[in-house]
Nanobody, 118 residues
Framework: QVQLVESGGGLVQAGGSLRLSCAAS????????MGWYRQAPGKSRELVAV???????NYADSVKGRFTISRDNAKNTVYLQMNNLKPEDTAVYYC????????????WGQGTQVTVSS
């Protein structure tokens, strides 16, 4: 089993910044991919950004140039630096990890609320 613990959400004014963190804990696993998804009220969950074990990244078009995903492999922790936040970024942000336990397994964090006021 792998547990994902998120932190860093909150309330910020438009144009402000927040940094989300997600730490994966457990035993005998290796992380293949970690990332962030978000779900706004009445909308489907959508990809925000992912980072592959080799360091490749992928971003949603709506956050390119404003958000940066990074990872500390030694700590199995992924970060999402969010700058120039907009009200439309308001959502619950979920950490996601794809790990290898012989096979591939996918885990989700409990979610952290990000609210951007105009």
């Amino acid at each position: 089993q792998v547990q994902l613990v998120e932190s860093g959400g909150g309330l910020v004014q438009a144009g402000g910044s927040l940094r989300l963190s997600c730490a994966a804990s457990g035993s005998d696993f290796s992380v293949k991919q970690m990332g962030w998804y978000r779900q706004a009220p009445g909308k489907s969950r959508e990809l925000v950004a992912v980072i592959i074990s080799g360091g490749s990244t992928n971003y949603a078009d709506s956050v390119k140039g404003r958000f940066t995903i990074s990872r500390d492999n030694a700590k199995n922790t992924v970060y999402l630096q969010m700058n120039n936040l907009k009200p439309e970024d308001t959502a619950v942000y979920y950490c996601n990890a794809v790990v290898v336990f012989g096979m591939l397994y996918e885990y989700w964090g409990q979610g952290t609320q990000v609210t951007v006021s105009s």
